[in-house]
């Protein structure tokens, strides 16, 4: 059942049968006692300064880049609540992952509002501290279905700021991307609701699939330009292994920009922190910047300080990884901060992937073969 034509629309979905890959790597009880410096470094010298924390496995969305319905259907088994870290799990490992060199938190999903109470976790990671006692970069990424009516409270709670996914204005073709029929109308207003509550400044990121929604990109540009939202267009990724991802639907980055630019002259900047995955681009007549996020064709291993965090407590070092290491044993048993210390750093330090640059030397046409790689909807993106 390799292929199927997906209903109504003109689009055809690859499906490949999911199963349970999520056998971790227990992380080291016994790894060798070591202070945290602040500044671990892995295997190729890179920190490890973003941690992005998955809080749930579901999503009330179906991205057919994500989570394709018909592999996340009525039967698909989720995550049981009492697997799911707590809040004060999550608090505690995060706090943990400060002490090695952590200075932002991303709170990612599925769809982290669908979180019960999501603003109480919040609360609990806004009152975290750096070592030099500063407060850290608290940030979320949302499809905005919620946003409208949960950004007051985020906001309160002590969160930063915010990130959309919206992957085109046109509402036919929103509906068809986000598979579930759910109106573009909402999250734009989402994205207002949020810019009001000072959530800023605000991301908005659209996932770019030729032949699907490429001719939203002017339309998009022409909506956010001069709003003070930051756009950003990604190309679309060989995650996990449900998407059926081809390398002929990737439309690389330089041809939005020059898609762009044929309208909107833009000016290269520099990025506005190391390790940042966007390259980012001016509107040189002022009217704010774009960025692009080019993991295909123009892959950013060589300082990628990111890891991620899913929502049963699994380190993934890599976004196209294949396995975790199981930190949920340590923060369910009776090991010290010292000793989950001591595995995080270990494992960091073990760390060499690089998924995004070796996929380059390979070329790959389609997204098959090699280990199977963990869910993008289980990790967050
Ligand atoms: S492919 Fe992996 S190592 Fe490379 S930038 Fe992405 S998450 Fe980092």
Avoid at 13 to 41: H, N
Avoid at 57 to 78: A, G, I, L, Q, T
Avoid at 284 to 306: H, P
């Amino acid at each position: 059942m390799p292929w199927r034509r997906a209903t109504d629309r003109s689009m055809s979905v690859r499906v490949i049968p999911l199963v349970d890959a999520r056998r971790p790597v227990v992380a080291p009880a016994d790894a060798p006692a070591q202070a945290p410096t602040g500044s671990l470094l892995d295997r190729l010298g890179r920190p490890l300064t973003d941690l992005r924390i998955s809080v749930t496995d579901r999503c009330n969305f179906r991205c057919s880049y994500c989570m394709p319905k018909e592999v996340f259907d009525k039967d698909y088994r989720y995550l049981p609540h009492a697997d799911l870290l707590s809040f004060e799990e999550i608090t505690r490992v995060a706090r943990l992952f400060v002490q090695h060199g952590v200075r932002k938190i991303r709170l990612t999903g599925g769809e982290p509002l669908l979180r019960k109470n999501i603003e109480g976790l919040v609360e609990q990671l806004a009152q975290l501290r750096t070592p030099d006692g500063k407060a850290l970069d608290l940030t979320l990424t949302t499809n905005g279905s919620l946003l409208a009516r949960k950004s007051k409270a985020l906001k309160a709670a002590g969160l930063q700021r915010v990130t959309v996914s919206l992957d085109g204005l046109d509402d036919a073709v929103f509906r068809a991307m986000n598979d579930v029929d759910f109106p573009v109308a909402e999250v734009l207003a989402g994205i207002e609701a949020a810019q009001a509550a000072g959530l800023g400044p605000i991301k908005v990121n659209m996932v770019v699939k030729r032949g699907t929604n490429e001719q939203e990109i002017l339309p998009m540009a022409r909506r956010f330009r001069g709003t003070g939202v930051v756009l950003r267009f990604i190309e679309y990724m060989d995650v996990g292994a449900t998407n059926g991802w081809r390398m002929d639907e990737v439309l690389p980055s330089a041809e939005v920009v020059a898609r762009i630019a044929a309208e909107f002259p833009l000016v290269p900047l520099e990025a506005s922190a190391p390790g940042e995955t966007a390259q980012r681009w001016a509107y040189a007549d002022g009217a704010g910047e774009i960025g692009v996020i080019s993991s295909v064709t123009q892959a950013f291993c060589q300082d990628c300080s990111r890891a991620r965090l899913s929502t049963e407590g699994q380190l993934y070092l890599c976004l196209f990884a294949s396995r975790g290491h199981d930190l949920k044993p340590l923060l369910r048993g009776d090991a010290s901060d010292a000793q989950v210390l001591s595995a995080i750093g270990h494992i960091w330090q073990g760390r060499a992937d690089r998924y995004s640059e070796l996929r380059a030397l390979r070329e790959p046409d389609t997204g098959d073969g090699g280990p199977r790689r963990v869910e993008m909807s289980y990790i967050g993106g």
